[in-house]
């Protein structure tokens, strides 16, 4: 059978359960999402100046990009994993929390002095931001990998990559409550590795276990 006739049949027979599909996904999701939240509460807790923080832009800064980033990806990796669906409106929705970022980082230079970049591009828990967000995407991470072996995925890696990013975002979210490094140099620096090391390991978990 040629590739494009298998691709029909499989559309063909995944349309009835498309949104038992998507249902699946987002009950995965909402299940690794309350692992994470229970390993934060238990292993990390909420920094103790949070609620004095609730009104600072920097803090929301760090919810919209990891928030806004975690929906693109939620968009997209059902979308990766149903063969003939076009993701694209999804992946250009992936530019939203890049401009943010990219907009923090302007505004913070503009208004800190240039001595003080370094500083806050390093912060004080770097080490901490790389160990925690991977530890925390780690739940929703497995729960999206084995939802998506529902999909037909076209290729697994970018599906698995999807949901890895997805996973970091979810994370990174948590993570936020925790962090106290504010700055958006900080955040675009130290938060975007970690991600992106969640991301590499949905990739090759993708290929590993969404093969069809």
């Not at 609730?54 to 693109?72: D, E, N």
């Not at 669906?85 to 913070?108: I, K």
């Not at 076209?154 to 936020?176: D, K, R």
């Amino acid at each position: 059978m040629k590739t494009d006739a298998l691709i029909d049949t499989l559309v063909t027979d995944l349309a009835p359960t498309r949104i038992g599909f998507r249902r699946m996904v987002t009950l995965s999701l909402i299940a690794g999402a309350v692992v994470s939240a229970l390993v934060f509460v238990l292993a990390v807790h909420a920094r103790s100046d949070l609620s004095a923080m609730a009104t600072s832009p920097r803090l929301w800064f760090k919810f919209a990009v990891t928030g806004s980033l975690a929906i693109a990806a939620f968009g997209l990796a059902p979308r990766l994993a149903t063969p003939g669906v076009s993701a694209r409106r999804w992946a250009y929705a992936l530019l939203a929390p890049v401009a943010m970022a990219l907009l923090g980082v302007m505004a913070e230079c503009l208004s800190a002095p240039s001595a003080q970049w370094m500083t806050r591009l390093v912060g004080n828990y770097a080490v901490y931001c790389l160990t925690l967000i991977p530890l925390l995407s780690l739940g929703p991470l497995i729960a999206l990998i084995l939802a998506l072996r529902g999909g037909a995925p076209e290729n697994p890696g970018l599906a698995g990559a999807a949901a890895g990013l997805l996973a970091s975002g979810v994370g990174s979210t948590i993570y936020a409550l925790h962090c106290t490094d504010d700055s958006p140099l900080f955040v675009v620096a130290w938060y975007s590795l970690a991600m992106a090391t969640v991301t590499l390991a949905g990739f090759f978990a993708g290929k590993r276990w969404l093969r069809w």
